[in-house]
């Protein structure tokens, strides 16, 4: 037993933070920003939480797939930064929506979203779920150094979220790991123990940009590949690739060597910037909502982040 999407939804903050804006806090410009990522603005939540965004998602998915919440017999939250460390982001949302199914957090960075789908489908394959809430979301802005120009012009806040039912719609589910805690990473922070003897880390974004760079672009063509061949098609069976919403260089250097028609990559980063676990479940409401996809298309996802992880799921929209 898999699983097919019923429904979609997602919110972003009210707040629009422009590259010009951006010039103003770091030595940064619009034409530099645009021509080396495709961002021109993200959302940053100023007054809403993660949690708002997470509930406001939920919602829409839920409205979309025709289902309420007591329906519901599972959610899971994709997040590396929730409201709280304890309880989970998704107890917080449980409580909201007024659910009352078990909840937990799942930590796979921008690839949290399809590591969510994976576990889902575990619980699908032993038939102990019908409805299950899947939700990506990340409050980047409040790990951001916002006086380092090479990181801060890259993220944005957002959620995204799909209502899963049983069904055949998911046609295969490929994850992978390169353990790196070096070239891209959030320390903890501040470590409040008096007994404590070493120094902590700033708790902010650390990247190697090009290091990630190049593992991105190998990562999306390997994965796009790898699920594409699990579930038995080629890359010309693919109506829509939804990819991580990184930087539309790795998304155009990743076109290049895949036999893929470049129209066929949904992105909507120059509107958002990478909001990591809510990029992919954002834009594939977003194509849901503009109307883009068709019963029996074949949708490919992925995604790469921290970790280093990478997630590509194959799905036909049903
Ligand atoms: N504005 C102006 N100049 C800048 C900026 C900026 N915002 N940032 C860097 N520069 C400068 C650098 O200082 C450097 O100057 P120098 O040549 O005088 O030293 C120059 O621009 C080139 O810098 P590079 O780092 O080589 O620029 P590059 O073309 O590699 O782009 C980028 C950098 C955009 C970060 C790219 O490497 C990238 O996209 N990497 C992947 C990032 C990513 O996808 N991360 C995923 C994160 S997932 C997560 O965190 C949850």
Same mark, same amino acid.
């Given at each position: 037993?898999?699983? &097919?999407?019923?429904?979609?939804?997602?919110?972003?903050?009210?707040?629009?933070?422009?590259?010009?804006?951006?010039?103003?806090?770091?030595?940064?410009?619009?034409?530099?920003?645009?021509?080396?990522?495709?961002?021109?603005?993200?959302?940053?939540?100023?007054?809403?939480?993660? @949690?708002?965004?997470?509930? =406001?998602?939920?919602?829409?998915?839920?409205?979309?797939? %025709?289902?309420?919440?007591?329906?519901?017999?599972?959610?899971?939250?994709?997040?590396?930064?929730?409201?709280?460390?304890?309880?989970?982001?998704? &107890?917080?949302?449980?409580?909201?929506? !007024?659910?009352?199914?078990?909840?937990?957090?799942? %930590?796979?960075?921008? =690839?949290?979203?399809?590591?969510?789908?994976?576990?889902?489908? *575990?619980?699908?394959?032993?038939?102990?779920?019908?409805?299950?809430?899947?939700? *990506?979301?990340? %409050?980047?802005?409040?790990?951001?150094?916002?006086?380092?120009?090479?990181?801060?012009?890259?993220? *944005?806040?957002?959620?995204?979220?799909?209502?899963? !039912?049983? *069904?055949?719609?998911?046609?295969?589910?490929?994850?992978?790991?390169?353990?790196? =805690?070096?070239?891209?990473?959030?320390?903890?922070?501040?470590?409040? &123990?008096? #007994?404590?003897?070493?120094?902590?880390?700033?708790?902010?974004?650390? #990247?190697?940009? &090009?290091?990630?760079?190049?593992?991105?672009?190998?990562? #999306?063509?390997?994965?796009?590949?790898?699920?594409?061949?699990?579930?038995?098609? @080629?890359?010309?069976?693919?109506?829509?690739?939804?990819?991580?919403?990184?930087?539309?260089?790795?998304?155009?250097?990743?076109?290049?060597?895949?036999?893929?028609?470049?129209?066929?990559?949904?992105?909507?980063?120059?509107?958002?910037?990478? @909001?990591?676990?809510?990029?992919?479940?954002?834009?594939?409401?977003?194509?849901?909502?503009?109307?883009?996809?068709?019963?029996?298309?074949?949708?490919?996802?992925?995604?790469?982040?921290? !970790?280093? @992880?990478?997630?590509?799921?194959?799905?036909?929209?049903?």
């Amino acid at each position: 037993m898999s699983f &097919s999407i019923l429904g979609t939804g997602k919110a972003v903050p009210q707040f629009v933070l422009t590259n010009d804006d951006l010039s103003k806090m770091v030595d940064t410009n619009d034409e530099w920003i645009r021509t080396r990522t495709g961002i021109r603005e993200r959302r940053i939540c100023k007054e809403e939480t993660i @949690t708002d965004l997470c509930v =406001s998602a939920a919602e829409e998915a839920m409205k979309d797939a %025709n289902i309420t919440a007591n329906e519901l017999d599972l959610i899971i939250c994709a997040t590396f930064r929730g409201e709280f460390i304890t309880p989970s982001e998704a &107890s917080l949302i449980q409580k909201r929506i !007024g659910a009352s199914c078990p909840a937990f957090d799942i %930590n796979g960075a921008c =690839s949290g979203f399809i590591f969510a789908l994976d576990v889902a489908l *575990g619980y699908f394959a032993r038939k102990t779920v019908k409805k299950v809430l899947v939700i *990506g979301a990340d %409050n980047l802005s409040n790990v951001t150094d916002w006086n380092d120009r090479s990181t801060c012009v890259l993220f *944005g806040d957002g959620s995204g979220a799909v209502v899963l !039912g049983e *069904g055949e719609g998911l046609k295969s589910i490929h994850l992978t790991l390169k353990g790196d =805690s070096d070239v891209l990473y959030v320390p903890r922070g501040k470590n409040t &123990s008096p #007994m404590y003897e070493h120094e902590s880390e700033n708790p902010v974004v650390h #990247m190697q940009g &090009s290091e990630v760079y190049k593992f991105a672009v190998i990562a #999306m063509i390997k994965g796009i590949r790898k699920a594409l061949k699990d579930a038995g098609l @080629t890359e010309e069976d693919v109506a829509w690739v939804v990819p991580h919403q990184a930087n539309i260089r790795i998304i155009n250097a990743a076109i290049e060597k895949l036999n893929i028609h470049p129209e066929k990559f949904f992105c909507n980063l120059d509107k958002y910037g990478n @909001t990591s676990a809510g990029s992919v479940p954002i834009a594939l409401d977003e194509a849901n909502k503009a109307g883009k996809f068709k019963s029996g298309d074949i949708i490919v996802l992925c995604a790469f982040g921290a !970790g280093l @992880t990478t997630g590509s799921a194959v799905i036909r929209w049903e």
